[in-house]
Structures are given as C-alpha cells and as structure tokens.
C-alpha cells in the first residue's frame, strides 16, 4: 500500500464509518492537498491547521498567508 493511499485509509478511519458526509469531504479535501503538494509537505499543512485552530487569533495568522501567497503569486 503506498503512503498516499495508508495515509486515507487512516483518515477516513479517525473520521468513523464514511456516512457522515463532513468526515467524507475532509477526507477528500485532505486527499487533494497529499495529491497536490506531496505527503510531507502536507503533514505540515494539517499540523499547522490544527495549531492555528487552536489558537485565538488563528484565523488572523491564515488571513496573511493567504494574503502573502496572493501577494507573491501576483
């Protein structure tokens, strides 16, 4: 099994059985992100998810990367 496909599986066993649509949707928007940018460096994109949905002014930390990857992009 490759680390893409085992990393799914384990995702839709944490988000329990695949009837809750909301678990079946994070686990295809977390597929897309293994798919689009690798396995390593998307770990770091949920890791730093989780942190900043943690935190108080998290929404403001991922309103300036999205604003600085806008910004550099252009």
């Known amino acids: 099994m490759s680390n893409t496909v085992s990393l799914v599986a384990g995702f839709c066993a944490i988000g329990g ?17 293994i798919d689009k940018v690798g396995v390593e460096m998307a770990q770091r994109v949920f890791d730093l998810a989780e942190v900043l949905v943690q935190h108080p002014n998290g929404d403001f930390a991922a309103a300036y990367l999205m604003r600085r990857f806008d910004r550099d992009r252009s």
């Open 17 to 33: 059985d695949g009837k809750d649509s909301a678990s079946h949707l994070n686990a295809l928007e977390r597929q897309a992100v």
